[in-house]
């Protein structure tokens, strides 16, 4: 049941994460370095209508920012999972079955005991 809990919360933070840089202003894809000398952009968008050759470098840090974010979630869901599945004691081992030299040299005594 906690892990259950610990999911669900991790979900919703993650939800509220993803929102807060897509929708709440930290938006890093218009960053862009442009590679034509000379020439100024106010965007990404109008450097590419333009043909220049521009370096569209936050694109790529949005997405190591949401990659880095899925893989925490991602690292603490398997370490609730994993938290949950120790809580279940393990079933006790099998009892250790004998060589087969024991086992021939029990019934030689037996039979021993047996003659008397």
């Avoid at 994460?17 to 034509?36: C, E, P, Q, V």
């Avoid at 809580?87 to 021939?104: D, F, I, M, R, Y």
Wanted: charged share 15%; aromatic share 10%; proline share 9%.
């Amino acid at each position: 049941m906690t892990a259950f809990l610990s999911i669900n919360l991790t979900l919703r933070l993650v939800a509220v994460l993803s929102f807060k840089l897509t929708m709440g202003g930290l938006n890093f894809k218009d960053l862009f370095y442009n590679l034509k000398p000379g020439a100024t952009y106010t965007s990404l968008d109008a450097a590419q209508k333009a043909g220049a050759p521009v370096i569209a470098w936050g694109s790529w840090l949005m997405t190591v920012i949401n990659f880095v974010i899925i893989a925490f979630v991602m690292f603490m869901m398997v370490k609730s999972m994993n938290a949950a599945r120790k809580a279940e004691p393990a079933p006790p081992p099998p009892p250790a079955v004998p060589p087969p030299t024991e086992v021939l040299l029990t019934q030689i005594r037996d039979l021993l005991k047996a003659r008397g």
